[in-house]
Nanobody, 123 residues
Framework: QVTLVESGGGLVQVGGSLKLSCTASGRTFSNFTMGWFRQAPGKEREFVAAISLSDPVTYYKESIEGRFIISIDNAKKTQYLQMNALKPEDTAVYYC????????????????WGQGTQVTVSS
C-alpha cells in the first residue's frame, strides 16, 4: 500500500508561481512513475506532468510545457511540481499519483492517488 500526501497549493495572482510537493510513504517500486493531474470544476481530470523513478524521463501536457517543471527526490520519496507564469485556466485541484502506467498520461493506469491540493489563480 502506498500513501501520497500533497502540499503547496494556494491562492496566487496571474503570473505568479507555486511549488507543489507530493510525498509517498509505504512500499514504492523503482519502476514506478509519479504523475500530476488536475481537475477543474465541471471538467474531467487531465494529465499535467509525470516523471519516471527509474530514469530522468519526464512527460508534460503540451500546453504547460515550459511553464511547469516536474522533479523528484528519490531519497525523500517526494516529487515536486514547480508552476510558473500561472494563468487563470490553471485553477484546479491538483492530484499526485503513482503506479506503473504504460502511458504516463493515462489516469486510469495509476494505482495510488493523493487527496488533492487546491490551486487558485486570480486575475
Amino acid at each position: 500500500q502506498v500513501t501520497l500526501v500533497e502540499s503547496g497549493g494556494g491562492l496566487v495572482q496571474v503570473g505568479g508561481s507555486l511549488k507543489l510537493s507530493c510525498t509517498a510513504s509505504g512500499r514504492t517500486f523503482s519502476n514506478f512513475t509519479m504523475g500530476w493531474f488536475r481537475q477543474a470544476p465541471g471538467k474531467e481530470r487531465e494529465f499535467v506532468a509525470a516523471i519516471s523513478l527509474s530514469d530522468p524521463v519526464t512527460y508534460y501536457k503540451e500546453s504547460i510545457e515550459g511553464r511547469f517543471i516536474i522533479s523528484i527526490d528519490n531519497a525523500k520519496k517526494t516529487q515536486y511540481l514547480q508552476m510558473n507564469a500561472l494563468k487563470p485556466e490553471d485553477t484546479a485541484v491538483y492530484y499526485c499519483a503513482t503506479g506503473d502506467p504504460t502511458y504516463a498520461d493515462n489516469a486510469k493506469a495509476y494505482d495510488y492517488w493523493g487527496q488533492g491540493t487546491q490551486v487558485t489563480v486570480s486575475s
